[in-house]
């Protein structure tokens, strides 16, 4: 078994690793330069973690399956999603991108993480919330270990009302995430230091002249708006955070 993870903040890389510890496997984000080939082909089981983007997979992780698709049509699968809140079918939207794939699926998870999106108001971000949800993901995650361990089969999202409950997110968020491709901004804050820009998936930002320009291909992770140490940068929504998620523990 081997896990591939995609993390925009933090929270997915959490428990991908987590997992890995106690499983005893190995822990790879897809980021990552690496033989993905030599990497999949020896496992029979691939266990993916992703944050879910208004109950779709991310656009990344998608482009990462459909490279690999070859592994993820012929091994068992284990799927990991990260909520803030709810998603309905977080994980069996990963299923739906390789078809006939069901049978495969040993175990589906979602985890509740905090908040990442650190500049609208509806999402308060709070130390309660940083604190307990990650605790509660790792009870969760003992019993799911402990399933896996015992070849109990569970797939959370499975159930209509889960799909129903997805369909809620998932029949605007291709348009948002269109929009969004090229919503990042840098406002006159910006010092110039680049973070955003080494730091990027998709390498979709570049420094010109101390100023950051975008190239129209952002995924939406949040990444750079957490980041920023000046907190000049945001996508899709304008307002400046007044306060960033730097992770588990930070």
Not at 174 to 192: H, T
């Amino acid at each position: 078994m081997v896990m591939v993870y995609f993390s925009g903040t933090g929270n997915s890389r959490y428990i991908a690793e987590q997992f890995a510890g106690r499983m005893d496997i190995k822990a790879y984000s897809i980021e990552q330069d690496l033989d993905f080939d030599a990497v999949l082909a020896g496992e029979d089981t691939i266990a993916v973690c992703y944050p879910i983007y208004g109950s779709c997979v991310p656009r990344i992780m998608r482009e990462f399956v459909q490279k690999y698709r070859i592994y993820f049509e012929e091994k068992k699968l284990i799927i990991f999603c990260t909520q803030m809140l709810f998603s309905g079918d977080g994980a069996r939207a990963f299923a739906r991108l390789i078809r006939g794939c069901d049978e495969r699926v040993i175990y589906a998870e979602h985890f509740l993480m905090p908040n990442n999106i650190c500049n609208f108001f509806l999402f308060p971000m709070t130390e309660r919330e940083r604190i307990r949800k990650p605790e509660k993901a790792l009870k969760k995650l003992d019993l799911v270990c402990s399933n896996i361990r015992n070849g109990i089969v569970k797939k959370r999202g499975w159930n209509i009302f889960s799909a129903l409950l997805g369909k809620t997110q998932n029949i605007a968020y291709p348009r948002i995430e269109q929009k969004g491709k090229s919503s990042f901004r840098a406002d006159e804050s910006c010092i110039g230091c680049g973070l955003c820009v080494k730091n990027c998936p998709v390498c979709n930002l570049e420094l010109s002249d101390g100023r950051v320009i975008q190239k129209n291909n952002c995924i939406l992770c949040y990444r750079c708006v957490n980041l920023c140490p000046s907190q000049s940068c945001t996508v899709y929504l304008h307002k400046k955070p007044k306060q960033q998620y730097k992770g588990i523990g930070r």
